[in-house]
Nanobody
């Protein structure tokens, strides 16, 4: 019933930008904490950014702080991740996920109950 679908990934040059979307169905997104995770080949899944329910707070990993921005469009039941100044180290499959708590931190993979299918982001020249 709860479903998350990511979109917006693709191939970009270093320094470029992408906006990822996470469309939710089966629940009202604004009532849930939403997180963006990423997983590079051979790496573990890393918490990138998250937004708490009712937009009471946001979190950014140090590696993306100042470059990525998370936002919610409650009317569209969608969360976005605007990614600017991309570098090759940002290459990964990006996933959105949710759990039932108001606060989105800590970004522990085991806490998040529902996951999207992922969207590939490749940063290369």
């Amino acid at each position: 019933q709860v479903q998350l679908v990511e979109s917006g990934g693709g191939l970009v040059q270093p320094g470029g930008s992408l906006r990822l979307s996470c469309a939710a169905s089966g629940f009202t997104l604004e009532d849930y904490a939403i997180g963006w995770f990423r997983q590079a080949p051979g790496k573990g899944r890393e918490g990138v950014s998250c937004v708490s329910s009712s937009y009471i707070g946001t979190y950014y990993a140090d590696s993306v702080k100042g470059r990525f921005t998370i936002s919610r469009d409650n009317a569209k039941n969608t969360v976005y991740l605007q990614m600017n100044s991309l570098n090759p180290e940002d290459t990964a499959v990006y996933y959105c996920a949710t759990h039932g708590a108001r606060h989105c931190t800590p970004m522990s993979q085991s806490i998040y109950n529902y996951w999207g299918q992922g969207t590939q982001v490749t940063v290369s020249s």
